[in-house]
């Protein structure tokens, strides 16, 4: 249009105008077209984006978003072609600051090792690590402890409680415990931080009767995967959750487990959600199935 209307006040025609700039008419239209499709494509992607960080994951980068919103079957575009979209539309996130909030080491703690500095793992149930940590939903305080399984990262147990109890942590080892059954996980490895809930007299009785080993991490570095997911829960998905009483929370946040294990594609695990991740292993031999070998936590702290 800007063409017409420039070359109409110059006083030469259409062609003319076309010829000038280097441009047949059919190719000026054929800009316009690809134009528009951009800005339609541009359009769709940054409504998808809005809507899944607003319900399911309020910081999904790039990457993840790409895999886990099925952009390449979508759109037919490659993942550099949709961090470049992303980036040119001021649609990627600000790096976040985190500061690490530690529970209090219990006295007992001291008597256990790190068991998993360095461990390399084969499958699931060798290593859960645990934690608790804090959120707040409005004005209110609330405490979240959880497991999480290593080999596939699924999330095998959670609680949600006003108070830092011993029976709270315990809520979810139970949640463990069904889920994998006795057998299953006897002989793992329970790595956790120094909390006195996870120390507590009725908790490390729970494991031991279970024959579940006990490991310990001496800072809050050596308990990096719980604070991945502490980190990851209080930052990407408690900010989508819309109530705040007790009994709402507790129901979001099974939700939140649910769609984190089962529909939650990441990276390490080959763009799998966890649980998918799990089934897929079910169906390899045992040389096959891949070994992930755990942080050296000394070589992180050089």
């Known amino acids: 249009m800007r063409l017409k209307t420039e070359s109409v006040k110059a006083g030469i025609t259409m062609e003319q105008a076309y010829k000038y700039v280097g441009i047949t008419r059919q190719g000026f239209h054929e800009k316009v077209k690809r134009h528009e499709r951009e800005k339609e494509l541009i359009r ?5 984006v809005n809507k899944y ?46 500061k690490i909030v530690t529970t209090k080491s219990d006295l007992q703690s001291w008597n256990y ?8 793992i084969c499958n699931i149930n060798q290593v859960v690590a645990g934690d608790l940590t804090y959120v707040f ?24 409680s006003e108070r ?16 994998r059954k006795v057998q299953q996980i006897k002989g793992c490895i329970h790595h956790t931080d ?24 001496k800072t809050c570095l050596e308990n990096g995967y719980a604070e991945q997911w502490n980190g990851l829960l209080k930052n990407h998905f408690i900010p989508t959750i819309k109530y705040q009483n007790m009994k709402k929370l507790t129901e979001e946040l099974k939700q939140i487990t649910y769609f984190y294990n089962y529909e939650r594609k990441q990276e390490q695990l080959g763009w799998q959600a966890p649980v998918e ?12 199935i891949p070994v992930k070998r755990l942080y050296d936590f000394e070589d992180l702290k050089k």
């Open 53 to 98: 960080r607003k319900e399911k994951d309020r910081r999904a980068g790039s990457r993840s978003l790409y895999y886990n919103l099925g952009i390449k079957s979508k759109f037919k575009i490659g993942v550099t072609r949709f961090e470049q979209i992303m980036s040119e539309n001021k649609l990627c996130l600000a790096p976040l600051r985190i």
């Open 137 to 160: 939903i409005g004005r209110s305080l609330f405490y979240v402890f959880s497991l999480q399984d290593l080999y596939s990262n699924r999330i095998v147990g959670m609680s949600v």
């Open 44 to 48: 769709s992607i940054e409504l998808l």
């Open 277 to 288: 991740y799990e089934n897929y292993i079910g169906t390899q031999s045992e040389k096959q």
């Open 194 to 217: 120094g909390g006195s809930q996870y120390f507590s007299t009725i908790y490390l009785n729970e494991l031991k009767r279970s024959e579940v080993q006990v490991s310990r991490a």
């Open 164 to 179: 830092m109890r011993a029976k709270d942590a315990l809520e979810a080892y139970f949640q463990w415990k069904l889920l």
């Open 113 to 120: 090792p790190n068991l998993i500095n360095g461990k390399s």
